[in-house]
C-alpha cells in the first residue's frame, strides 16, 4: 500500500474524502504528494501545506475546521505523527523541563506582531482568553461575564490589591477595578502592554502596568489575590513548582488566587506547527502536572472545566478573521492570514473534541478552614 491509499484508507473511517464533494473534504492538485509530506512531517507538514494553499502545492477545504475535527474524533492523528518526530517531542519537552531562559521570546513572536489583526480578531475589548458563554452569546459579553466570574470566585471586594500575571491587553484588571480593587499586571509583551497602556491610561482607574516577567518581579508587600489567565501555558512545565513557591511569596495567607489554563491529557503538551509558528515553547499543563506543583504552596479547592466555551470563543474570532479577510490579506498578505485560519481551525477542533479543555484552579494557602468551599458559577 502506497501513501496515498493509505491516507484514503484512513480518512475513509472518519468519512472524509480528498477532493469530495463534502464541505469537510480536502482538496488538493496532487494527492499522492500531499499524503507523503504528512506521512513525512506529520501535523507541522499539515499546518504549513494549508498556509500554502491549494494553487501553490498546498491544500484548502470549505470547512477545515471541521474537517480537522473529523480525524481527531476518528483518533487518526497517531498514524499522521511521524514516530521520531514525537519521540523527540517527548524527549525535547524532558530536556526543557528547566528554568525559562527567554520569557521574551514568545512575545516577540507573536503577541508582539500585528496588533491591528488582534484587534479585528479578539473584538471590542481585546481579550485574549476563553470567555464564559453561560448566560449570553454575545463575545463581548462572554468576555466580561469570565473576568466577573473570577473576581467573584476568588471573592474580591473593595481595596483589595490583585496581582495579574500574564495581563495581556488588561481588561481582566479593568473590570476588577470596578469593584474597587487595586490592580498589578505583568506582562513581557511590549504590544500588549503599550496598547493597554493607550486604551486604559484616559480612565483614572487604579491599575498598573510592569513590564517584566514573574521571576524579576520585586513585590514591596503582599498583594490579597494573584490571578493569571492564560499565561500558564507559556511557563515551561520545569518551572511550575517555581511558579507556585513564588506565587504563594506574594500573596497573603488566607485569601483565593486563581490560575486559568489550557490544560490537555497529550503526553508532551506540545504541538509541532503551533510552537513553530504560533506560539515557540509554549506547552500545555496536564491536570496532574498542576496539582503537583502546588503541593507544598497552595490547596487546590476547585477545578472548574469549560473547554466547550473556548471551542465557541475561538469560532467568534474565526468569524472575526474570515469577515475581515480582504482587508487582513491586502495589507498583510495570505500567509499571515492562513497562518492565523489554521491556528484557530486547529484550536476548534481540538476544543470540539475534548483534546484540550480549559480549567480554572481556585487556590488557597492553607485551604478553606471551617467549611466546605462553594462553588461559584
Not at 506565587?247 to 509541532?272: A, C, Q, W, Y
Not at 503537583?292 to 466555551?309: C, D, N, P, Q, V
Amino acid at each position: 500500500m502506497d501513501a496515498l491509499q493509505f491516507v484514503e484508507s484512513m480518512l475513509t473511517k472518519a468519512g472524509v474524502e480528498i477532493n469530495g464533494k463534502n464541505p469537510w473534504d480536502p482538496r488538493m492538485k496532487d494527492p499522492a504528494d500531499w499524503a507523503r509530506k504528512v506521512l513525512r512531517g506529520g501535523s507541522k507538514a499539515f499546518g504549513n501545506l494549508y498556509v500554502l494553499g491549494y494553487e501553490q502545492g498546498g491544500w484548502d477545504c470549505d470547512n477545515s475546521e471541521q474537517f480537522i475535527t473529523k480525524v481527531l474524533d476518528a483518533d487518526l492523528r497517531k498514524y499522521f505523527e511521524p514516530k521520531f518526530g514525537m519521540l523527540w517531542l517527548l524527549m525535547r519537552s524532558k530536556l526543557l523541563n528547566l528554568p525559562l531562559r527567554n520569557p521574551w521570546r514568545v512575545a516577540r513572536a507573536h503577541y508582539d506582531r500585528d496588533p491591528e489583526v488582534f484587534d479585528l480578531v479578539l473584538g471590542e475589548i481585546g481579550t485574549y482568553s476563553c470567555a464564559y458563554f453561560e448566560h449570553s452569546d454575545d463575545l463581548k459579553e462572554a468576555q466580561q461575564a469570565k473576568n466577573d466570574l473570577i473576581c467573584r470566585k476568588i471573592n474580591l471586594k473593595a481595596g483589595d490589591r490583585v496581582l495579574e500575571v500574564g495581563c495581556g491587553r488588561g481588561s481582566f484588571m479593568v473590570h476588577a477595578a470596578k469593584y474597587g480593587a487595586r490592580c498589578v499586571g505583568l506582562s513581557v509583551s511590549v504590544g500588549q502592554t503599550t496598547w493597554a497602556k493607550e486604551q486604559h491610561e484616559h480612565l483614572g482607574l487604579p491599575i498598573e502596568f510592569y513590564l517584566t516577567p514573574w521571576q524579576q518581579f520585586v513585590c514591596d508587600e503582599p498583594f490579597d489575590h494573584v490571578v493569571s489567565i492564560g499565561a500558564f501555558e507559556h511557563f515551561g512545565r520545569g518551572n511550575y513548582k517555581q511558579f507556585f513557591r513564588w506565587m504563594r511569596s506574594v500573596v497573603k495567607e488566607d485569601n483565593f488566587s486563581l490560575i486559568h489554563t489550557i490544560v490537555t491529557e497529550n503526553r508532551t503538551g506540545k504541538d509541532p506547527w503551533l510552537n513553530q509558528e504560533i506560539f515557540p515553547e509554549a506547552e500545555l499543563p496536564r491536570v496532574s502536572h498542576v496539582y503537583e506543583a502546588a503541593r507544598g504552596s497552595f490547596k487546590i479547592e476547585e477545578l472548574h472545566t469549560f473547554g466547550y466555551y473556548y471551542a465557541l470563543t475561538l469560532r467568534k474570532w474565526l468569524g472575526n478573521l474570515r469577515l475581515h479577510r480582504g482587508y487582513i490579506v491586502e495589507k498583510y498578505g495570505i500567509r499571515l492570514y492562513r497562518t492565523w485560519e489554521h491556528y484557530l481551525c486547529s484550536g476548534v477542533a481540538n476544543f470540539e473534541t475534548r483534546r484540550v479543555d480549559l480549567g480554572q484552579f481556585l487556590l488557597t494557602p492553607r485551604g478553606v478552614r471551617g467549611d466546605v468551599y462553594h462553588s461559584i458559577r
